[in-house]
């Protein structure tokens, strides 16, 4: 990572990469190693696979529900919390699933964050406890196809020009 963030050519991708997202409001603020964020102990075996058949050198994933919420509790930011509850609310994770999760994971090395970590846990809590007495649909789960439905791209209409410029 050290090395990534050394090379000038890498926030110039960062920079350029925001450029391009900016009409749809995301942006793209720094990456962390699985050191610098609170994670299961399990976290790389329980990624979910994002489909990504439109490129063919791809692959794309995420942390799992509960450790998105891990990632997001160290911040006790309202967009997070926000963010939090749309998980919650798409994917089903009980209170205990929550506490054992918090139970398992290292102590962060910068104590503020810590501090902020363990200050977010009761609210993470009771806010799983509202959502747990809202019955659960399973169509709300989160959608790994959000991409093709965001840009309103059907399977099979996008040119390989992009995979060509790709090709090594």
């Not at 329980?46 to 997001?72: E, Q």
């Not at 918090?102 to 810590?114: G, R, T, V, Y």
């Amino acid at each position: 990572m050290a090395q990534i963030e050394s090379d000038d050519q890498f926030w110039k991708a960062i920079s350029d990469t925001n450029k391009g997202l900016e009409p749809s409001g995301l942006y793209l603020t720094h990456l962390f190693t699985d050191k610098q964020v609170l994670l299961t102990p399990g976290w790389y075996e329980g990624i979910v696979s994002i489909p990504s058949d439109d490129y063919r050198f791809l692959r794309i994933s995420r942390p799992s529900a509960i450790d998105l919420i891990l990632t997001k509790m160290m911040r006790n930011d309202e967009q997070d919390l926000e963010d939090i509850r749309f998980i919650m609310l798409n994917e089903k994770i009980s209170p205990k699933s929550l506490k054992l999760a918090f139970q398992s994971i290292s102590p962060h090395e910068i104590a503020e964050l810590q501090a902020i970590f363990l200050k977010m846990q009761p609210i993470v809590l009771n806010l799983a406890l509202e959502i747990e007495s809202i019955p659960f649909d399973a169509s709300r789960s989160l959608d790994p196809e959000w991409w093709s439905k965001l840009t309103d791209q059907q399977k099979g209409d996008r040119s390989f020009e992009i995979d060509r410029e790709m090709d090594l």
